[in-house]
């Protein structure tokens, strides 16, 4: 592919605003701007004009079906194909696609997990438009975003409460910006998430049940080479790699999302990928494909995609950085200038995102915890199950200026060359490298790490829009009171720093000294998933998203109860085929081996009698007593997973795996690494570490 070919496949399966604007009539061209712009609800005329576009467009782009792609509770996307056929009495057929068609679709949606929202029997539910992110063409068929409600109008997915949160941030924003002067209609929240992955071999996942059935490996010996060489990151890529790379760009780029940056990360077998950032709904949505090409995309490779949090015991697990600000047309609510001291503007946005971090700790937890991401915290290259704000020693001295009343030295000016002694500056570089930190600031957006490479960063982008729109409210009632401004202003965030100082931590995120301090400060410190996803149903939450007008209480609890059947689920498939695999496999792989064992020392005693066997005896005895090992605690996860399933109540259930399986599924996977390492290369039937993250 030329780079002429770039400009012209990017966004060339997307229905965006160059089409539109090129196709729609321009009544309806205005009245659908309107809509997106403003929120406006789309009439019925507008919409068969724009169906009727769009389908000509679509069906040019070869598309034979159409379908609402929307975002359940669980999994990750959603679609159901209609095609656009429709059949005329004569026994031909015209192709058919109505306004109310695009704006509303039905999906039989009793399968969807609902957390008790919907009975099966009153199953029905619905999709709707979301105008403000662009239908696409992807396998022949013309997908619309859309969002998933019950009848009765709870939602029923991802997408509504994210929607949800961009207006309530928007509105408090404006609100703030009102009190500055700035007469601003909306304001959008930006998002960029870096997503992290492992390419494997293919011939090496299909040998691999735990793969196939969890996306991580249940078992595996520590390779006798592991990451610290640190020769990964940004090293040379392998060549599948790279024509996987380009292979994926290009078909992200026809669908407009904007991939920009590709290198390999921290692991072996490890990749990024990070895009342009965008509007948080669209940022998501492009995410949400960013995933799906990345899985379909590998295998034309001979490669897996693992989007696991931790497809690899001792190695990085993999994340998705959701850099996240807040833009105002022509200004970067979270970009403090060259002199943050003197700009009120930038320190009071800030400041609600200190306190909205400080006061919503749990929620930010909650909303990345999983089973997958319960392995990646506290591991190796990602922030523990603490949340603190990492903001850089010049910000640091700016707030401790703030509260303390005391004057703030600028970093000493810096002469050039010439002899001028140039204006002191806020070194934006200063803020931009602890790697070790959950939340940090990195110079005019904040980047939350947390977030695990699988997830939908709807959740996290939900809650941070909704704590930080509650933050702005706040302060929007306070000032709106009157008074001096600028006085009043400062005094805000002077209390603010005062009181939420002990959530920033600049320092090392990965030591142990900072788990006690973390303890000290009183910092919430909550390593099991399950408890952090129960803190979503605290009454404080529960009252922050029903003010905020984002989930109703009802929402909120069938979420909870979704997440928890979700993680105990997940729980239940790797002990099942952990006991599998150990059962079937493993057992079996080392008996036989055994056998050989045992087959050569007679066959070697019959041939010279009295000759040393002691190096297969004593390889005998070892395995016998793994693999009795290995026999007894498949047994022993089996008690366990009987004893959690016998909980009735989701939460006990989800603490259940966690404390009864998870340990016991530690077990076997001991007892299975130690036979793996000394049993016979040819006779052991998974791949090994070493096989998978080094191959050639
Ligand atoms: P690093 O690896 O150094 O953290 P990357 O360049 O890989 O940085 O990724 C940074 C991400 O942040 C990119 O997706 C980028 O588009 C995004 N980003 C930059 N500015 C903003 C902003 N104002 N709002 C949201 N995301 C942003
Ligand atoms: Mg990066």
């Known amino acids: 592919m030329s780079p002429a070919d770039t400009k012209e496949i990017y966004g060339s399966l997307v229905f965006n605003e160059h089409v539109m604007k090129e196709r729609l009539p321009s009544a309806t061209y205005k009245s659908l701007k309107a809509t997106v712009q403003k929120g406006q609800p789309l009439d019925l005329d507008v919409a068969n004009v724009v169906a009727s576009v769009m389908r000509d467009w679509a069906i040019e782009k070869g598309a034979t079906h159409y379908t609402h792609w929307f975002q359940p509770l669980t999994g990750i996307t959603s679609e159901k194909h209609d095609s656009f056929i429709s059949p005329m009495k004569d026994g031909t057929a015209i192709m058919e696609f109505s306004g109310s068609a695009l704006v509303r679709g039905e999906p039989d949606a009793s399968s969807f997990p609902s957390g008790g929202l919907r009975a099966v029997a009153e199953a029905r539910g619905y999709t709707t438009w979301d105008p403000t992110s662009y239908a696409f063409v992807k396998d022949n068929t013309l997908c619309i975003p859309t969002a998933f409600c019950s009848w009765t109008g709870e939602a029923l997915d991802k997408k509504t409460p994210l929607l949800r949160s961009m207006k309530a941030v928007s509105d408090q924003a404006c609100r703030i910006l009102h009190l500055f002067g700035k007469d601003i209609p909306h304001i959008d929240v930006t998002v960029g998430p870096e997503q992290e992955y492992f390419l494997i071999k293919k011939e090496h996942y299909e040998k691999r049940q735990d793969l196939i059935l969890t996306g991580r490996t249940l078992f595996g010996a520590t390779p006798a080479k592991g990451q610290e060489l640190e020769e990964h990151y940004f090293g040379a890529l392998r060549p599948e790699v790279s024509s996987f790379m380009q292979d994926l760009d290009r078909e992200l780029w026809k669908l407009g999302v904007a991939a920009k940056t590709r290198h390999n990360e921290a692991a072996p077998a490890q990749h990024e990928l990070a895009p342009i950032f965008d509007r948080c709904n669209v940022a998501v949505d492009h995410n949400l494909l960013t995933m799906e090409m990345m899985k379909r995309i590998a295998p034309k490779h001979g490669l897996v995609c693992l989007l696991h949090e931790k497809p690899f015991a001792g190695v990085n697990g993999s994340g998705k950085h959701d850099n996240w600000s807040l833009s ?101 570089d200063n803020t931009d490298r602890n790697r070790t930190s959950p939340f940090a600031f990195t110079g005019n957006k904040f980047e939350f790490r947390m977030p695990g490479s699988s997830a939908n960063i709807s959740d996290a982008n939900t809650v ?153 005896e004593k390889l005998l005895r070892q395995l016998t007593s793994f693999t009795d090992a290995m026999s007894d605690d498949a047994d022993g996860l089996e008690g366990q997973v009987e004893r959690a399933e016998r909980c009735t109540n989701a939460l006990e259930r989800a603490q259940a795996y966690h404390s009864l399986v998870l340990p016991a599924m530690d077990a076997l996977r001991e007892a299975a690494d130690s036979a793996e390492s000394i049993c016979g290369r040819e006779h052991w039937p998974l791949p090994s570490y070493s096989e998978m993250l080094y191959y050639v």
């Open 464 to 616: 941070l829009n909704t704590a930080v729109a509650k933050e702005l409210k706040g302060y929007a009632d306070e000032l709106e009171q009157g008074g001096d401004f600028d006085k009043n202003v400062i005094a805000l965030v002077k209390r603010t720093i005062r009181d939420h100082k002990r959530v920033i931590f600049n320092g090392n995120g990965y030591s142990k000294e900072w788990v006690e301090e973390a303890k000290r400060r009183g910092l919430d410190f909550q390593p099991a998933a399950a408890e952090a996803l129960a803190s979503m149903i605290a009454p404080k939450n529960v009252e922050l998203f029903e003010k905020m007008g984002v989930l109703t209480e009802t929402e909120i609890r069938s979420r909870c109860e979704v997440k928890l059947e979700h993680y105990s689920k997940l729980r239940h498939i790797e002990a099942v085929t952990m006991m599998e695999m150990t059962r079937r496999q493993l057992i079996p792989a080392s008996v036989e081996y055994m056998t050989v064992l045992a087959d050569g020392i007679r066959t070697k005693a019959a041939a010279c009698p009295g000759i040393s066997c002691r190096a297969e």
């Open 328 to 428: 105002a047309p022509h200004m970067n609510l979270l970009d403090p200038g060259d002199t943050p001291m003197d700009n009120l503007q930038f320190l009071i946005f800030f400041a609600a995102v200190i306190k909205a971090v400080d006061e919503y700790q749990d929620l930010l937890r909650m909303c990345i915890a999983g089973a997958g991401n319960e392995h990646r915290l506290g591991g190796g290259e990602a922030p523990p199950a603490i949340v603190s704000v990492f903001v850089g020693d010049d910000l640091s001295a700016i707030l401790d200026a703030i509260a303390s009343d005391s004057e703030y030295v600028a970093p000493q000016s810096v002469k050039i060359d010439l002899g001028v002694d140039v204006l002191p500056k806020f070194a934006k």
